[in-house]
């Protein structure tokens, strides 16, 4: 719902800090033209010593646009694994990169059905067997065998439009599809 002000402007309708107009046009720009959905994401990482590494995020591609980023995601790991504990693991990050994606969908979705959040928190974990990871026992994953999370939410929403904008998340997430069905995966080596 559009306001409009004393001198006769169009505000943008903004619920939770989301401009509701602005992701109604992206739908529109990207339902006009599937050229127009075509995202490339692509980061680098260089090895700084140890456990740590720098990873660099220079840019995404966005249909026929490369809209440029500059951001540096540091990683360690903790003592305990051969790490400085100074920033966190790549698995702290794993689970941080679903909890952002699914939380993106959460504050969009109630924004969308004009609900207003007073709370949203989310809370994932999950448990590795080092036997894996360490190559000590070749019947051991060396990852998760299960991801759990919880949502905790609170807002002016019924508890129906709440598991409306819940199964939205489950079904149109990004990185809750990759973390939950197996995706193909293409390696090189380059030595130098």
């Given at each position: 719902m559009q306001k409009i002000s004393n001198d006769t402007k169009i505000e943008p309708a903004v619920v939770n800090g989301i401009d509701t107009e602005g992701v109604k046009a992206l739908i529109g720009h990207v339902a006009k033209d599937p050229e127009n959905?075509?995202?490339?994401?692509?980061?680098?990482?260089?090895?700084?010593?140890?456990?740590?590494?720098?990873?660099?995020?220079k840019g995404y591609g966005f249909g026929n646009e490369y809209i440029k980023k500059d951001f540096t995601i540091q990683i360690d790991e903790p003592t305990e694994l051969g790490g400085t504990n100074k920033y966190a693991n790549p698995q702290e990050y794993l689970?941080?990169?679903?909890?952002?994606?699914i939380m993106v969908g959460y504050v969009v979705g109630c924004s969308m059905e004009g609900i207003e959040?007073?709370?949203l928190r989310i809370e994932t974990?999950?448990?590795?067997?080092?036997?894996?990871?360490?190559?000590?026992?070749?019947?051991?994953?060396?990852?998760?065998?299960?991801?759990?999370?919880?949502?905790?939410?609170?807002?002016?929403?019924?508890?129906?439009?709440?598991?409306?904008?819940?199964?939205?998340?489950?079904?149109?997430?990004?990185?809750?599809?990759?973390?939950?069905?197996?995706?193909?995966?293409?390696?090189?080596?380059?030595v130098e």
């Open positions: 959905a075509n995202t490339h994401w692509h980061v680098s990482s260089l090895w700084k010593g140890g456990t740590r590494s720098d990873t660099r995020v689970l941080a990169a679903l909890n952002g994606c959040l007073e709370d974990e999950g448990d590795i067997d080092l036997r894996g990871f360490l190559g000590l026992d070749p019947n051991v994953k060396p990852g998760y065998d299960k991801i759990r999370y919880t949502v905790h939410i609170k807002g002016n929403g019924t508890p129906q439009q709440f598991q409306k904008v819940h199964e939205a998340v489950c079904a149109t997430s990004p990185n809750r599809f990759n973390i939950a069905n197996a995706i193909k995966l293409d390696s090189k080596l380059v």
